[in-house]
């Protein structure tokens, strides 16, 4: 799409941004005493009023936290144009104008970097709950002159609350269907003249909304997380900071709805399933500690040093089949281990015409990462066995047949009931149940078994190791080991160092025009290792036979069970920069145009040994920016309008793949290019002294170019080039009508976004079910949220109590068709959007 075209869609929410102001800014309802509050960022490494940055900067305060019931980063999406989260804690995924990262890969980096307290943040990190947060802030497009750490698409940045001179305290509750019971706690106190201390606590549990009748229900939340910070104002000059922060999560995985004929039911909506996952969970055990150090050198110049070190353990076992079937069971698991210490100094000289920032970063991190992927018995004779009119299968009945040929000579059986019991054992689907088309049938063994002399199960057992010996394998085995783990893994050992040097310098020009321009050079470097110990089964090696090998579930190229050691080491390094010209038109609009570049790393692929030949390629990006920002009509209409056209170099994806010679599909990182241009607005309007109304939208264009891969289907998807165009908004209501027995505020948000997951060439949109090709109910579907609360404060602000709902039109979307054994067992499944939720908010501040 041409910019022309680009604005030309965009010509609604524009309309809506540029002319409301002007209709409605002589009208006599407008008192000239009443405008918007100045949002103060340290986007440029100095406090600034957020319109005053020459930057697409959005920010998420700690009301907006509370109007919305946002939780973590997930919860806030909506209200920042071009911003997405992905579900989940462990392998959350940012996303800004499109661009994101793999989000299960160690061996790679984040798109978006994330910093907490001035901090570098992992991205399995990066879920830290909103506890006594003061704001979020956002920024759009390459950084890395302004942050300890490159970036490619943009940087998230979370500011909690300092302590501060004073007492202050709060407790807090949020209640609502679904088991809703969040508290929240937090209370900051001078310890002497010069220390003040500020400690949080904050808890959120809440049942599942998806109904599992055979296992853990899907959605349910179980977090714990606090802060304690100290602060010690040294002399007037100088303080110091310390403060440690620790998160506990105890969740159910994302959900998997079963969409095949092994499912609970074909309606993903009736948001009832029967998964027999083991042990569902999806955990982070984490701490941190964060030591900043400030003295001001002079009125224009000052220094900053921080050090922070963070450890945590994530684990995320996850349904792969959707169904409480034994015998196309599995899942997968991803146990991760990180510990990670990030040094960062800063000079900052701030003058009349001239300001500067200029630091050094170095981090080391060391990573510990174990894929699992866990089968059953059962599974595994499924897939070894196969359809019995092919392959070992077939060999399997021809025995059978041998072993029963005696009792039919001697006329103790017809053929016909030999027929009968070979088909049974054997499970041969020339039964009425078709799906059943593996070896065991658990039915009537000892019908079967006492013809032979062998007994029944476990005695069983032996007959099929006559098999397995007659057959020269060990990959064959009877009943008695059904329900057992069968588990392949992959261990993946990281030590990674980052350093980097940076400057940014702004020079006023004139009075209404400045120039910016900074540099930074980043340095990468990683050792990455693949250990693939083999199969861990309780299984005897048949006499004769050779051991148990892994035939199935197999990574992929170079991915050889009991490989020894493969050890990798690669670095990388790039300079990025920016320039930025900025024209003040007076003391409350500016625009700006700016050209940046940046990078993230390659790496190495977690599931891929072949990577260690090839790494992943660095990702790299040029953007050009055109923006606008503005306080209107007395601060009465506040706009931020930017256009963007950004190139990305070997954009790093995740893929679910299933090449030639590989059994299931697996994640897989792949490179490809992409052109994205886009418009986002930011629209906050006082149309009355009582009622604020808003507006955020994004209009993206994307055309991307994929090298050729498999899907999960094993269908080689050649057509690498695709194009998408994206169109989502976000519309607040703010009412605050004056009342004689408090502060009463009315808050409501629509949120629309478009659905174009269909154009995705890794999207799999429908499936058989019943012998029918059946497309997925709710798939592309747009997102339509209505949203919605009510709320009191006492005069003195001391109470406070507020209504709320989500979803209050029950909006349902679902996504596309996943499943790793989806080509394997015809097993698929999805996920659907969170259902209407409601409750209460209650508050006392002290």
Not at 437 to 448: C, E, G, Q, R, S
Not at 733 to 745: K, L, Q
């Amino acid at each position: 799409m041409t910019p022309a075209n680009l604005f030309k869609k965009a010509q609604l929410p524009l309309a809506v941004a540029i002319l409301s102001p002007l209709i409605y800014g002589a009208s006599p309802a407008m008192a000239e005493d009443k405008s918007l509050e100045e949002i103060v960022v340290t986007a440029q490494k100095r406090e600034q009023n957020a319109m005053d940055v020459p930057v697409t900067l959005d920010t998420f305060s700690s009301d907006d936290m509370t109007e919305t019931g946002a939780l973590t980063i997930a919860d806030m999406d909506a209200y920042i144009p071009g911003f997405d989260a992905g579900d989940g804690v462990t392998q959350a995924s940012l996303s800004i104008r499109g661009i994101s990262s793999p989000n299960i890969s160690a061996g790679g980096d984040p798109s978006v970097s994330t910093f907490y307290d001035d901090a570098y943040l992992p991205s399995a990190a990066t879920t830290i709950a909103f506890s006594d947060m003061e704001r979020v802030e956002v920024l759009k497009g390459p950084q890395g002159t302004l942050f300890g750490r490159n970036s490619a698409a943009g940087t998230m940045n979370m500011v909690p609350h300092r302590p501060v001179n004073e007492f202050d305290a709060f407790v807090s509750t949020k209640v609502g269907n679904y088991g809703l019971m969040r508290s929240e706690a937090m209370v900051n106190a001078p310890v002497s003249d010069s220390v003040y201390m500020r400690a949080n606590l904050l808890t959120n549990k809440r049942d599942g909304y998806i109904e599992n009748v055979a296992g853990r229900d899907g959605g349910e939340q179980d977090v714990l997380t606090g802060r304690v910070s100290m602060l010690w104002d040294i002399n007037p000059e100088t303080a110091l900071q310390v403060s440690y922060d620790w998160d506990s999560v105890d969740n159910s995985p994302r959900s998997a709805i079963g969409f095949s004929d092994y499912s609970l039911n074909a309606d993903p909506f009736s948001r009832v399933v029967a998964n027999d996952l083991i042990n569902a969970e999806e955990t982070r055990d984490m701490q941190a500690v964060n030591i900043k150090f400030t003295h001001e050198i002079s009125d224009n110049a000052s220094v900053k040093l921080v050090h922070a070190y963070r450890e945590f353990e994530t684990t995320n076992r996850e349904e792969e089949d959707g169904t409480a079937e034994p015998s196309v069971y599995l899942d997968t698991n991803n146990i991760f281990d990180n510990d990670i210490s990030y040094t960062e100094v800063q000079f900052n000289y701030s003058g009349d015409r001239f300001n500067a920032v200029a630091g050094a970063n170095y981090s080391s991190e060391s990573i510990h990462q174990e894929t699992q992927v866990t089968a059953l018995g059962d599974s595994v004779m499924r897939l070894v066995t196969g359809d019995v009119k092919n392959g070992l299968n077939a060999q399997i009945v021809g025995l059978a047949y041998q072993e029963v040929a005696p009792a039919v000579a001697a006329g103790l059986i017809s053929q016909a009931e030999a027929d009968a019991l070979v088909q049974q054992a054997t499970a041969e689907p020339l039964a009425a149940v078709a799906s059943i088309d593996h070896l065991w049938n658990p039915n009537d063994w000892a019908t079967f078994t006492n013809i032979l002399g062998q007994g029944a199960v476990p005695q069983a057992d032996a007959y099929y190791d006559l098999f397995a010996q007659a057959l020269g394998t060990s990959m064959l085995f009877g009943p008695g080991y059904a329900g057992m783990e069968w588990r392949e893994s992959v261990i993946n050992d990281g030590e990674f160092v980052n350093y980097g040097v940076y400057a940014d310098v702004e020079y006023s020009v004139t009075d209404a025009f400045k120039v910016s321009a900074g540099l930074r050079y980043s340095n990468d470097e990683k050792e990455f290792s693949w250990l693939v110990p083999g199969v861990e089964f309780d299984r005897a090696t048949v006499p004769g036979t050779a051991p148990i090998e892994a035939v199935i579930f197999r990574g992929g190229d170079g991915y050889q069970i009991g490989d020894d050691l493969l050890v990798a080491k690669e670095d990388w390094s790039k300079v990025t920069g920016r320039l930025v010209g900025q024209y003040d038109i007076n003391d409350d609009a500016m625009v700006f145009l700016s050209y940046a570049t940046g990078y993230k790393s390659g790496g190495f692929d977690s599931l891929d040994q072949s990577s260690a030949i090839n790494p992943i390629k660095p990702e790299e990006v040029q953007n050009i920016e055109l923006g606008f920002k503005g306080d209107l009509f007395d601060n009465r209409a506040r706009m931020q309008v930017s256009y963007f056209d950004m190139t990305v170099d070997d954009r790093q994806r995740s893929v679910e793949t299933l090449p030639p010679g590989q059994t299931n599909a697996l994640p897989r990182v792949i490179n490809g290019d992409q052109s994205i241009d886009g418009i986002e607005v930011t629209f906050d309007w006082l149309p009355t002294d009582t009622v604020q109304l808003g507006l955020v939208t994004t209009i993206r264009d994307t055309e991307s170019e994929w090298e050729a891969f498999y899907n999960a289907r094993g269908e080689l998807q050649a057509d690498k080039s695709s194009g998408s165009t994206d169109t989502a908004y976000t519309l607040t209501f703010n009412w605050s009508p004056e009342t004689v027995f408090g502060d009463v505020n009315l808050y409501a948000d629509y949120i629309y976004a478009e659905n174009n997951a269909e154009k995705d060439p890794a999207a799999i949109t429908s499936v058989m079910v019943g012998g029918v090709d059946t497309p997925i109910p709710g798939f592309g579907e747009d997102t339509s949220l209505l949203n919605a609360r009510l709320s009191w404060a006492s005069t003195e602000g001391q109470y406070e109590l507020a209504l709320w709902g989500k979803n209050l039109l029950e909006n349902e979307v679902t996504g596309s068709v996943s499943g790793r054994t989806l080509d394997v067992f015809g097993t698929g499944y999805l996920g659907i959007s969170a259902p209407r939720t409601y409750g209460v908010d209650l508050r006392y501040n002290f």
